[in-house]
């Protein structure tokens, strides 16, 4: 029977925790306004900025990934600014929704699987000079598709305009330069690529950015209010003490094995599932030029039933992966492969995922998909 | 030598947790989207109806009691509507600026430690008619003092008024009628009487009010998309997992010993503070008729300096309270004893207060205060 504290959790976020950052995260009381918390802070700062490659300022939101978008756009933009939202799957769209709110978004739209094209992005900023700045979903993990960033930073800072980027599952995951692809705002979420539970986001802005921060439409999601308190090891609302405590853990995890070690890691291990279902003969979902090394989505072959599939893998080899949303929903099934993720975990969710699909009547060699795992790790 | 995981843990807030709550918590990942989570949420709405009372919608945010009350204010308010604000303490002035950006305020103030006083509250609205809704700090955990809530509701109701009300620490810790007294928005934080970790609000609303909800100017606290999410087992965004993992074992062990059982041990152990501290010869801060059963606020006996006290008692009886804000800074300290805090507990905090005292030359009786707890328990 399937037991959910025993799993081979392969989600696109949130991800297996280390049980260091398990413990981490169990300690009784803190006093969030006493010395340990303020020297947990001072830490965090630091890791954060390592986390980002960045020395410029940083801010830790008790809040999902969500939250940490909001706080961005609702510091930077104002009511009346046009932002050109790239929206090419399920958390860019979502992006230009939280815009709505807070700005005037006009969304660029491309194919769900397709990378943004800078070349539209030029034309559109061309088209539109009243546009004040850009929001784009750097790693869409409802397709599995990173997005061409430098090339699309390189176009919006040609048109000076405010670049806003979900980095969600993207940062700790890919190769990240946003200082010198002058990136305003990027964003992460704890439980991805970080392999920290769910409920916080961190936020790294540019210079400009934090000198044009203002506090007129958020409250809660004050970024400026957030970036200061961090700056003097304060947080402006009770802070999230066990997560924060875990968060801390996650990122020493991050800098033990090094920033630039895990992006390889995630990026060998991609490689590996990528070539696992191509020897299973189940095809990728997003165009293979720009598929995710964090998340791979694949398309299920013809007579695969989304629900039945992930009932089998669940129940019968505990393996834990997500189907697709919005209109991909019973179209693919997608894993995630960052944070903490080993090659032994990735053969162990293939093993499920074989004998799953064999049942389920897909026709392929069985052992081909687990073999191309270890022939990498 | 000071040892952060062993301590007397008296702040208001966040409080001591159980074990079983801190082992709740630290499960390994758990899909969110899963039966596992939407068993939980389905059990947690109930036992979150259990301690607001109410058989109405509830929703619970990933963030803090004050992302709870911006839901509720974002929620039910636009820009233009007038709103009164009842400010007697810091949290209530919060209150008052978070109305600041989502609608427009009109603060009532009153003396720090003194009541809302029911008639004034009258009075503004008389002399105001275009007020839509009204704001109060049911207890002020800054001034340790619990506003007089059925009599100011009253007014409320009368003048048909929207009333939203911080209970973030009273509901738990206090009797709390929130139907009968027409009570529109309820906000209550994790880590106060419920004793689960910080970081997660819950909002209990009226009828009237959950008909009323919009979305216009909220998006990661919009209450509409929260209410509506948990009664289909679901959140907006991806919840702080292992917070709710928390919640529920808090709320478990909070419906096994009875909300009315907790409220009255609560008060009980208030009484017992208050006696205490007058046998130690220590002032209580507020209006003693408005005294808190929560939060307890004292007075420093002259000459007892603030940052000095609290870090004897920190360092040498390893005993964690609070010290004042703004304007209360180094005037007042203040202990919780609500959520799991037990007569023992208590005693053991008085221990270190009395020894502080007397040893940073503060005369009474040694001994008296802790007698007096000892003989309540």
Redesign the interface.
Known sequence: MYD??D?V?L?P?????HPRV??A??????????P?FKDLLTELRELVQYLFGTKGDVAIL??????GL?SAVSGLLHKPDKVLNLVNGKFSERFG??CG??ATPKPLLFEWGRAVDPQRVAAALEEDPSIKAVTVCWNETSTGLTNPIADIAKVVKKHDKLLLVDGITAVGGLENHMEEWGIDALVV?S?KCIAA????AAVALSKRATESLH???????NLKAHVEGLAKQDTP???????FL?LREALRLLKEEGLENRVVRTRKLAEAARAAYEAMDVDLFPDARFASNTVTAVRYPPGIDDAKFRKIL?EQYHV?L?GGQSQLKGKIFRIGHMGICSFPDLAAGFTGIEGTLAAMGHKFERGAGVAEVARRA
């Open positions: 959910a504290e799993t959790f989600l976020g949130p991800v297996k925790m398990l413990r995260m169990s300690a009784p009381a803190l006093n969030h306004r006493g340990e008790s809040g999902s990934g969500t939250a909001e929704e939280l709110v807070f979420g439980q539970p769910a409920g916080l506090s007129e439409t958020s409250f809660y999601t609302f009770t802070p999230a003490v066990p997560l875990a669940r834990i997500a």
